[in-house]
T-cell receptor, first 117, second 109 residues
C-alpha cells in the first residue's frame, strides 16, 4: 500500500517552456503533499507543502510565481515550472502522507528528471 | 533552530555491520525517520521511531534516544545493493520533516 505515482519521469524541453508534473496517491488519500528538488550529489530540498483545497506553503527562497502548485483533490497535486530555464534543471520529487494520521511516513513518487536545454 | 546532523560518507565491507548515527534538534518532536535513497532514485521509507529503544526490521534496525537527541540506523550482513544514501529526518511539532543531508554508504567487496 501507500503508492505514490509521479509523472512524467523524464522531461527534456527548450528554455522558456512551462512543464507540469503530476503527483498522485494511488491507494490512499493525502491531505498534504510535498514537493522537493534535488540537485546532483546534494540533499533533498523542500520546495513547498501542498494542502488540498488551500494555497501551498512555499519555503524561503522558492518563487511561488515560478513554481505553481495545485492540490485540487485528495489524490492529486501538480507542480508547474513556468518559463523554465537551464538553472531549473533538477530532480523533482513529490511525496504524500496518508490523511488518517500525522505519524505516517512520507511516501515518495519516483521523481521527475527535468532537463532544460 | 532545527538541525539534523549525520556523517557525509561511510565505507563498509560486504557482509559486515555498519552503524549510521544521526543527532537531531527539532522544535518539538514527533518521531525520527530513516530513508534509503539509491543514486538517481527517490527515497524509500525504512523505519520510524518515536519511543526510545531499538526497532528491528530484518537486516535493518533503528534506535532512538529522545533524551540525547540521537538515533542510529544499523545495517547487518551488508550487501552490495545496500550502497546508497541514508537520510535521517526528524518530525517537528508541526509534523513537518526536517531532513539531514544524508550519509553516502559505500560497500566494498
Amino acid at each position: 500500500g501507500a503508492v505514490v505515482s509521479q509523472h512524467p519521469s523524464w522531461v527534456i524541453c527548450k528554455s522558456g517552456t512551462s512543464v507540469k508534473i503530476e503527483c498522485r496517491s494511488l491507494d490512499f488519500q493525502a491531505t498534504t503533499m510535498f514537493w522537493y528538488r534535488q540537485f546532483p550529489k546534494q540533499s533533498l530540498m523542500l520546495m513547498a507543502t501542498s494542502n488540498e483545497g488551500s494555497k501551498a506553503t512555499y519555503e524561503q527562497g522558492v518563487e511561488k510565481d515560478k513554481f505553481l502548485i495545485n492540490h485540487a483533490s485528495l489524490t492529486l497535486s501538480t507542480l508547474t515550472v513556468t518559463s523554465a530555464h537551464p538553472e531549473d534543471s533538477s530532480f523533482y520529487i513529490c511525496s504524500a502522507t496518508p490523511r488518517d494520521s500525522d505519524y505516517q511516513p512520507q511516501h515518495f513518487g519516483d521523481g521527475t528528471r527535468l532537463s532544460i536545454l | 533552530g532545527q538541525n539534523i546532523d549525520q556523517p557525509t560518507e561511510m565505507t563498509a565491507t560486504e557482509g559486515a555491520i555498519v552503524q549510521i548515527n544521526c543527532t537531531y534538534q527539532t522544535s518539538g518532536f514527533n518521531g525520527l525517520f530513516w530513508y534509503q535513497q539509491h543514486a538517481g532514485e527517490a527515497p524509500t521509507f525504512l523505519s520510524y521511531n518515536v519511543l526510545d529503544g531499538l526497532e528491528e526490521k530484518g537486516r535493518f534496525s533503528s534506535f532512538l534516544s529522545r533524551s540525547k537527541g540521537y538515533s542510529y540506523l544499523l545495517l547487518k550482513e551488508l550487501q552490495m545493493k545496500d550502497s546508497a544514501s541514508y537520510l535521517c529526518a526528524g518530525m517537528d511539532s508541526n509534523y513537518q520533516l526536517i531532513w539531514g543531508a544524508g550519509t553516502k554508504l559505500i560497500i566494498k567487496p
